[in-house]
């Protein structure tokens, strides 16, 4: 009798592992409907699932809508601050402006260094032999252009007008070695400073700005600019950035090494700067013209 349910047992495993070996088989093969157990089961899952998943994605939107607006919130007190500063910006400019034309109606001035008017040329020749000193553009005595006039880029002053004709002129470039091209220059901070650029460094492609006070206070990044004082060059014409000082030979003064603003090396668009206002030479000239008269 043990033997007999022992063989029963084994017969019934034995055919379980049949009808599941069956039941695989038939469950992996291809078919165009499922039976009512296999759509049961599936409909159950994909309920319980759907009914878990809408709540945790709401959740998960919820708290993403929270930061959002966190965000949202800090941005915008942010661009309030930039736009109270910009408006108080706004309201001193037009204070310093009502200021200065109040000051200038006082002094009767109507003119002022700053004065200028530029014309639009461009490039059409450069020398290889001279690349680092002349240019040619396409403006000329027609186009009332004068000799010493100042010659700037988008970035920056890069020379001045050396010769004039008929249709064309030539630009001296800062970059040149001539001793004879001085410009009076400004080193703007609390205090400003004036010196010549004078001289190019050809190895740093720097300009030198030299005669500084051995006394004055000069530091890296510090912006230099024309300073209107030699009568050629408007004032207010950006030169470049301060990158090195050093005492010169003698001691007495200071050398400053300066960044160009402008590139002098792929020049293609200028602006000529014609001065409105009467430069001292020229000045000299008329009163002397009158009393000749």
Known sequence: ??????????????????????????????????????????????WVQSLVSRPAQYVAGFFENLQDLQNTYDENKELKSRVEKIASLEAEVQELKKDNKELRD??????????????????????????????????????????NMAVVTATGLIGKVKNVTQFSSTVQLLSAMDPKNRISAVIQGETEVYGFVQGFDDKQKMLLVKA?????????????????????????????KVEEVKPDQYGLNQTALVKPGADFYDIENVMVIKRLMTSPEESVMKSGKEEDL
């Open 1 to 46: 009798m043990p033997q007999f349910f022992l063989n029963k047992r084994l017969i019934i495993l034995l055919v379980s592992i049949i009808v599941l070996v069956a039941l695989i088989g038939f469950s992996l093969r291809e078919r165009s409907k499922l039976t009512w157990p296999e759509q049961f089961v599936k409909d159950t899952t994909g």
């Open 106 to 147: 006082v002094l009767d001035e109507k003119k002022t260094l700053r004065d200028l008017e530029p014309m639009p040329a461009t490039v059409i020749g450069r020398n290889p032999d001279r690349w680092h000193e002349m240019i040619i553009i396409n403006k000329g005595k027609l186009d009332g252009i004068k000799k």
């Open 212 to 240: 500084i006070p051995s006394g004055a206070k000069v530091e890296k990044g510090q912006t230099v600019i024309t300073s209107g004082m030699g009568g050629v060059f408007p004032k207010g014409l950006m030169i470049g």
